[in-house]
């Protein structure tokens, strides 16, 4: 279930990314800017979240690193393909 908690996460930290880039930058630009940078961002976040499952609840790596690729991939390929989209426009 906590996967699904920060999978759904991801991507509405996505959707404020995106929202604050239009709200502020007001074109297709600043969207496609901020879809991109919310990847490196997620990244570190789910990283931070494979540590405390680690560090404070005693999983291993081995066990911890397919759910970090799983909480990474889904967010990060909808942001790709946001970008995606709004770079055609």
Do not use: C, D
């Amino acid at each position: 279930m906590h996967i699904i908690f920060v999978i759904i996460g991801g991507i509405i930290q996505l959707g404020i990314f995106v929202l604050f880039a239009w709200l502020w930058g007001n074109s297709a630009a600043s969207m496609v800017l901020a879809a991109k940078v919310f990847i490196p961002f997620w990244l570190v976040v789910v990283a931070v979240n494979m540590a405390v499952g680690v560090l404070h609840a005693g999983y291993s790596v081995k066990s911890e690193l397919p759910i970090l690729l799983l909480n990474f991939l889904i967010p990060a390929t909808i942001a790709a393909y946001t970008f995606w989209q709004l770079s055609r426009t």
